[in-house]
């Protein structure tokens, strides 16, 4: 018998490079984001120990309309929210075309399932190799705050990818230590638009038929 994989705790493993960060100057951390509520705590936590460049590249979100709110919502929460060092935005390119190439086959797939895994993988390459060619300090993602989220496969991806391209990836598990809690806290403090789907027409999909599922238990016939 296989014995089980030992647990990891990126969060851990995340202090415990922060305590090693330099004292003499601020390092440069590259962040992939994808909404300012999963933002919202990231950002609050990691401007004390990081300047950031939030990298806004989310091929995946349906439609463009709903794209270009959810980053004016991450604009307009940098620009509201305390920050104790930096935050710049950059704005990757919305190609939802290279999102539907991966999941032709897997249209079907359940959240977390192989369609998932892939779009991450998609946003987390692009991130990186950016955060390379811009010698950032460091790599992560806020993807990991989402409860919804594979940890695990967030973490193990961006490991993969920085060995790839000559990165150095910030482990993470922002959900830890009541991080997704305070995440929605924050929301309602600065009225974020909390979207009720992930951001795939997939996702929005599933999103409408439980809510058609609800709507049918609360009003019987």
């Given amino acids: 018998m296989i014995p089980n994989k030992p647990k990891v705790n990126y969060q851990l493993k995340m202090e415990q490079i922060i305590s090693t960060l330099p004292k003499d100057r601020v390092p440069v951390l590259f962040l992939h984001a ?7 705590y990231v950002l609050e936590t990691l401007s004390r120990y990081f300047k950031i460049r939030l990298f806004f590249y989310n091929p995946n979100i349906f439609p463009q309309e709903e794209y270009l709110y959810r980053l004016s919502e991450v604009k307009r929460l940098i620009s509201e929210l305390p920050l104790q060092n930096p935050v710049e935005v950059i704005n990757g390119e919305y190609c939802p075309e290279r999102f539907n190439e991966l999941a032709k086959g897997l249209e079907n797939e359940p959240e977390r ?14 991130t990186i190799k950016k955060a390379a060619e811009e010698s950032a ?6 993807l990991s705050i989402s409860p919804h989220k594979d940890a695990e ?5 961006g490991v993969q990818l920085c060995e790839e391209y000559g990165a150095v990836w910030l482990y993470s598990d922002f959900k830890k230590k009541g991080g997704y809690l305070r995440s929605i806290a924050l929301s309602k403090e600065y009225n974020l638009y909390r979207q009720d789907f992930c951001g795939c027409v997939y996702s929005k999909a599933v999103r ?14």
């Fill in 34 to 40: 994808c909404c300012a509520p999963c933002s919202s």
């Fill in 113 to 126: 399932g192989e369609r998932c895994r892939k779009c991450i993988g998609l946003r987390l390459a692009e």
């Fill in 137 to 142: 300090d460091f790599v992560t993602t806020t």
């Fill in 153 to 157: 496969f967030i973490n193990e991806k």
């Fill in 208 to 221: 409408v038929r439980e809510k058609a599922d609800q709507s049918s238990l609360n009003n019987p016939h």
